[in-house]
């Protein structure tokens, strides 16, 4: 064993922790297991989960300074130590709510450093728990002792987590190992972060409340009031509305509908000019029958028997170009920009000009 | 032999040729095999020798993708002629390929 100038109860304590691994790193095992299905089940997108057994040396260090704080092993909290990163304020709130039930929890040792600032000072925030694991949760009859270490959980934001990092490099400790200049330039990040922290939750409820709010007119069919973007165009397909049109290209040749992603169509609209969900209906609404007449023209002397389900709404959008003399551009806006949109614009351009809707004067 | 695979440049080349009518897609299946096996890698459809393609031939098309898809490969078609072009148009899989 490493000489590290410890007194005798000092080295008997270091002495029980190194014959203590297996238990420790059992209860690591064990812990993160049940906090990673724990963080699955609760849907929280967390930024990471980590954990570590304190190093002999660290340990060493610290029964140096305070060995005499402690009469055993398991009044060391912090030997096993567990971390969770999350991206918002609230999630470090949910976790800790989890933590509560899965855990039991050493009220007297823990800490909210969030609320330990003053109201005109900021600094390290983080949520410290000092945890259990409890019978109920995980039994080895023969480590009855798992359940007797305590460990610390700790939670914060990724923000939080950068903070304390490079205040952790910085080797910044208090204002009396730092001068005041340095200390107030890190409190000042501090508050930024944290004030950075609250917008990013902001931003995330008003962005949920907006999603709600568009969901529920496309639910209740207001669909002027809606602006057309990638979530209302999918609380809109949730509504399968090119269903009807779909469907009676198919029984041309009665095809199948294959499965292919809309989201290409998301751009193409925008660009021919669809701002809202209204803007969208009245496209489906006005080129209804000429988009069927653009497919039968097409597939009616084939037996072609499959079809991707975006074949309707690729039929408005050609149909709406080649009327508002979007022509040769239409399939560029379509297809992307690629060599053969000449030859299939020619072909479209080509079997539309028979179709009604080309002839009509307006 | 209607797909001809070959390694290429760390990816799989498919030369695609004659008609690839029903019964030629029914026994083409054997000979995706290859394809769909290595569908996390780039898989290039050359299409120049293809004068035909029918429902069942897209439907293997669809299979060589949906594969890819699941697997983080990409399937890249090249030289399809103008009428099979006009095929994928009208069926609305243009967009689902990379034709070039």
């Known amino acids: 064993m490493i000489d590290y100038g410890l007194d005798l109860h000092g080295e008997m304590l270091l002495e029980e922790y190194c014959d203590k691994q297996p238990l420790f790193e059992e209860l690591q095992r064990v812990v993160m297991e049940k906090l990673g299905a724990l963080v699955r089940q609760s849907g929280i997108e967390v930024n990471s989960m980590e954990s570590r057994i304190k190093a002999e040396g660290s340990l060493a260090g610290k ?203 998301l751009k193409v609209l925008r660009i021919i000019g669809m701002n809202t969900l209204g803007d969208v209906e009245r496209l489906m609404r006005d080129n209804f029958d000429d988009a069927y007449q653009l497919a039968l023209f097409q597939l009616g002397s084939t037996d072609i028997d499959i079809l991707a389900e975006t074949v309707g709404l690729q039929n408005l959008c050609i149909v709406h170009l080649l009327k508002t003399g979007g022509g040769r551009l239409s399939l560029d806006t379509i297809n992307s920009k690629m060599p053969q949109n000449e030859t299939l614009a020619e072909m479209v351009i080509e079997q539309a000009s028979r179709l009604e809707f080309m002839n009509v004067k307006r | 032999m209607i797909f001809e695979i070959n390694e290429q440049d760390g990816g799989y080349v498919a030369t695609v040729s004659g008609r690839l009518d029903t019964p030629a897609a029914v026994k083409a299946q054997q000979e995706i095999a290859p394809l769909l096996e290595n569908a996390d890698k780039q898989i290039t459809l050359d299409c120049k020798d293809l004068e035909y393609i029918s429902s069942s031939g897209l439907r293997l098309f669809l299979t060589i993708r949906k594969e890819a898809s699941s697997k983080g490969g990409k399937v890249i078609i090249e030289h399809i002629n103008d009428e099979i072009k006009k095929v994928f148009m009208m069926t609305g899989f243009f967009n689902l390929f990379d034709i070039r």
């Open chain 1, 63 to 265: 029964l140096r300074l305070k060995g005499h704080k402690y009469a055993s092993l398991l009044d060391i909290t912090d030997i096993f130590g567990a971390r969770i990163i999350t991206f918002y304020n609230e999630d470090v709130d949910r976790i800790a709510s989890m933590a509560e039930v899965l855990f039991e929890i050493d009220w007297d040792n823990s800490v909210d450093k969030r609320r330990m600032h003053q109201f005109d000072s900021f600094g390290y925030n983080s949520l410290h728990y000092i945890c259990r694991l409890p019978e109920e949760q995980y039994y080895d009859p023969e480590k009855p002792e798992l359940n007797k270490i305590r460990f610390e959980l700790q939670m914060r934001t990724a923000l939080q987590h950068v903070w304390s990092a490079i205040q952790h490099d910085i080797g910044y400790k208090s204002e009396i190992e730092t001068p005041l200049e340095y200390h107030r330039n890190l409190s000042r990040l501090a508050g930024m972060l944290e004030l950075a922290d609250n917008e990013f939750s902001r931003i995330r409820n008003a962005i949920a409340d907006y999603r709600r709010r568009a969901q529920s007119l496309v639910q209740s069919g207001q669909l002027e009031e809606v602006p057309l973007d990638l979530d209302t165009f999918r609380s809109y397909l949730d509504k399968r509305p090119f269903d009807r049109l779909n469907r009676k290209i198919a029984a041309i040749t009665q095809a199948e509908l294959h499965e292919a992603p809309w989201w290409p169509y």
